[in-house]
């Protein structure tokens, strides 16, 4: 299965509060007519985080966060030519003035719970300038993932690993300081119980790990909304 990572920033002229509406009351519920559609959530940006030990990633403010899953890129392109997927696509059009847009395979390494949380943290990684892409892979999922599992209060933690950037003919790309290697999600209970993990020994270990390899990420608190739920598989 892939999963694709799209985000979205709004026309100019349109409002953050126009833009979510319609996204989220007109453009969402059509993903039900899309074939093929094995998965599809939808998060909004609450705030943007940082952090002191790891550069920033130059990346433009965008508005909102979708991810759909397909079987594999044949569904996905099977989906997107078919006229419900043409009806979706063109009504993403009316609403995104820019996208940046990622076919990725997605690892669980952390399961969710039955009752999945409403707050994740998305982060866009870049690797370290003197790292090979074999090197950065190795210090990220064979290491550094592994020791997610020892962090009190993470409730849920996957890593995907890009395939592709797509783009739309429609919809120009906006800034961004690529390339880039992979993205993040990591679920937690609540604000509080993210900075409780962040002061834990475990907490403090994986960050000053992913310090070593990350050279620039770009973190964001989401609030996430799961229209067409997907099965987890943990690695």
Request: aromatic fraction near 10%; include cysteine.
């Amino acid at each position: 299965m892939i999963k694709s990572i799209s985000f979205l920033q709004r026309k100019p002229g349109l409002s953050r509060e126009d833009f979510v509406r319609h996204w989220l009351d007109v453009h969402v519920p059509m993903c039900h007519a899309v074939p093929g559609l094995r998965g599809y959530a939808v998060s909004t940006v609450v705030e943007q985080q940082s952090r002191p030990d790891v550069p920033g990633l130059a990346m433009g403010d965008f508005d909102g966060v979708a991810q759909v899953w397909f079987d594999d890129l044949a569904a996905r392109a099977h989906a997107a030519a078919s006229a419900e997927g043409k009806r979706w696509h063109a009504d993403g059009g009316t609403i995104i003035g820019g996208i940046r847009m990622f076919v990725t395979n997605e690892r669980f390494v952390v399961p969710l719970p039955a009752k999945r949380p409403t707050f994740k943290t998305l982060s866009v990684i870049k690797r370290k300038p003197e790292l090979s892409a074999e090197e950065f892979h190795h210090e990220w999922a064979v290491v550094h993932a592994p020791m997610a599992r020892a962090v009190p209060g993470l409730r849920g933690f996957t890593l995907s690993e890009i395939v592709e950037e797509q783009f739309r003919a429609d919809i120009p790309p906006f800034q961004l300081d690529g390339p880039l290697d992979g993205f993040t999600e990591s679920w937690w209970d609540s604000p509080a119980s993210r900075a409780q993990m962040i002061a834990s020994a475990e907490g403090t270990a994986w960050f000053a790990h992913g310090s070593t390899f990350i050279g620039e990420i770009r973190s964001m608190l989401l609030e996430e909304r799961v229209i067409v739920p997907v099965q987890a598989v943990a690695a």
